[in-house]
């Protein structure tokens, strides 16, 4: 599996550790490096070119915002996944080339899900806050058509290995899909991801 060097950009000095904490269980991801401000983010960007960056809405010197769209004018090509408390800038970020969203509060193995996630180019938001933006109903299910397929496939008991086959890909790439399911449900595990297919009306129920 290729690593996954990432930026960790946060103004606070706790925040940044637990991130990097949560980051560095994950074989596959390397933390490159850590920006405490606006400016020092866009500097760390552009010399260390890291994959993904994990950035604060609220910073010194350039906020979330400007600095996305700095970024974007440099053209450099970071993902960007938005680690905040606050959801009043969601929008202009995701405006601005943001991939995702995660609250600060994240569970680590949620957290180094949506890296891996936001790398292999998923756009990443949690259920309630992808419903507030694109205006769908609370609750609904934010999920690709692809991934659609991959949990009714889930929901017939099949293995990574079974659908890659059944779809016609790398089981690699299942593997994304799988863990993106997870995170943009808020779910813990396959077993979850089937019942939830059942009651969402994705599969019948004698799949199961």
């Known amino acids: 599996m290729p690593e996954i060097r990432v930026l960790i950009v946060d103004d606070h000095p706790a925040v940044r550790r637990g991130l990097r904490t949560f980051l ?3 074989g596959d991801i390397t933390v490159a490096g850590e920006a405490a401000d606006g400016p020092a983010a866009l500097e760390l960007v552009s010399s260390l070119a ?3 960056v994990l950035l604060d809405m609220v910073l010194p010197g350039l906020d979330g915002v400007a600095v996305l769209q700095e970024l974007r ?4 090509p970071a993902k960007v996944l938005v680690v905040t408390s606050f959801t009043d800038r969601l929008r202009p970020a995701m405006q ?7 609250s600060k509060d994240v ?3 949620a957290l180094v899900a949506a890296v891996r996630s936001v790398h292999a180019g998923h756009l990443l938001l949690e259920p309630d806050v992808a419903a507030t933006l694109l205006g769908t109903p609370a609750g609904a299910p934010v999920l690709t058509a ?3 397929d991959v949990l ?3 929901a017939e008991g099949r293995s990574n ?3 890659a086959r059944a779809l016609v890909v790398a089981e690699k790439t299942v593997k994304t899909h799988v863990s993106s399911i997870l995170m943009k449900l808020g779910l813990a595990d396959r077993t979850q991801a089937a019942l939830h297919a059942v009651r969402s009306g994705l599969v019948a129920d004698d799949h199961q």
């Open 24 to 26: 560095e269980l994950a």
């Open 50 to 52: 890291p994959d993904v």
């Open 73 to 76: 004018q440099r053209g450099l």
């Open 96 to 102: 601005a080339g943001a991939r995702g969203y995660l």
């Open 107 to 109: 569970d680590p193995h």
């Open 146 to 148: 692809r991934e659609r």
């Open 152 to 154: 009714a496939l889930i």
């Open 161 to 163: 290995r079974e659908i």
